[in-house]
């Protein structure tokens, strides 16, 4: 584990945001949550969105509670592949809530990746990774989370096979949660999850309290093909503005996705507005979490543009 100095850490990165007009300087105090502003949504920033600087070891996941609030945000969305060894490590647990809790940050869901297959037709591997999952319920719970987020991958291409065997895990996994009040969310997050319709018609028929979506803004491509660079490429997507659409009602989270910004601050690929529209059209109210995945600007400079493109339609 790496040795920071926290206060040094907060300092010199709000030195750094407000030398770049982002913020102003760190004084040392720390703001209130965005959920004492008393609006309908507040933000909330994903993991996801630091991914290069973690995974090149730039960044350590232990500060990453840290990097949000010297950011100006006051709730994080975890990745499970960024802390996947320290799941049932209650030393290192208590850090992060230790860490959260003085920088007065709310840890709000788990990511979680990697854990087998939950739309798998085969009962024996759908086990598996139902059982694989426990471990992060039981994580979410001792970080005083509300949620974690699941994948519905399978290795069947038939809707019905796919659709039966979802519904048997998410149901296991809502019975396994309940008793610790954990919510088991499902992401459009490529392959048949990406169908709106479909996904929404698989958490309609597991109908658990505890059991919804986290609507996606940008993972919504059906099917992929791989260059002659060895490169994916989307072959097949759903519209995403008629996917959001039908899965907001069953929304317990929701990731604003951006990649680029034009010169007004509206991201190049998404219709924020429209997309914004059919947020605040639904029933939802809650977190909506930075997941900036661009390449142009920097992650830190990709997150603020889109705090305040959300701060702008909030």
């Known amino acids: 584990m790496k040795t920071w100095n926290r206060r040094n850490f907060l300092q010199s990165a709000g030195w750094a945001a407000a030398s770049f007009g982002l913020l102003p300087a760190c004084t040392g105090k720390s703001a209130s949550r965005p959920e004492d502003t008393g609006k309908r949504f507040k933000i909330s920033l994903a993991q996801w969105s630091l991914h ?24 994080v969305e975890y990745v499970n592949s960024f802390f996947k060894d320290k799941a049932t490590d209650k030393e290192y647990l208590e850090e992060m809530n230790t860490r959260a809790k003085d920088l007065n940050v709310r840890q ?3 990511m979680v990746d990697g854990e087998g297959g939950l ?19 039981d994580t979410a719970k001792a970080l005083d989370c509300h949620s974690i ?3 519905l991958y399978g290795s069947s291409t038939d809707r019905k096979a796919m659709q039966g065997a ?12 309940r008793p610790m009040d954990i919510n ?11 169908d709106g319709a479909w996904l929404a018609g698989v958490i309609k028929e597991v109908s658990r309290l505890n059991c919804g979506t986290l609507p996606d803004f940008g993972n919504f491509c059906l099917s992929k093909k791989t260059n002659d660079l060895g490169e994916d490429y989307c072959v097949e997507e759903y519209d995403r503005y008629k996917g959001v659409k039908e899965l907001m009602p069953y929304a317990k989270a929701v990731s604003a996705k951006t990649y680029d910004f034009d010169p007004m ?14 947020v605040k ?17 920097s992650e830190e400079h990709g997150i603020t543009a889109t705090r305040r493109l959300l701060e702008r339609l909030i």
């Open 184 to 194: 088991i969310l499902v992401e459009n997050h490529g392959g048949l999850s990406s």
């Open 108 to 110: 709000l869901l788990i």
């Open 149 to 151: 987020r699941v994948n």
């Open 281 to 297: 059209a639904s029933t939802y109210s809650g977190f909506i979490g930075i997941e900036y995945e661009g390449t142009r600007l």
């Open 166 to 177: 979802s519904v048997d895990s998410l149901s296991r996994l809502a019975e396994y949660a």
């Open 265 to 278: 601050g509206n991201d190049t690929l998404i219709d924020f507005s429209r997309m914004m529209g059919i």
């Open 52 to 75: 290069r600087a973690l995974q090149s070891g730039q960044l350590d996941h232990l500060l990453f509670a840290d990097k949000a609030a010297s950011l100006g945000i006051y709730a």
């Open 119 to 137: 739309a798998e037709p085969d009962a024996q591997q759908r086990s598996i990774a139902v059982a694989n999952h426990h471990k992060w319920i």
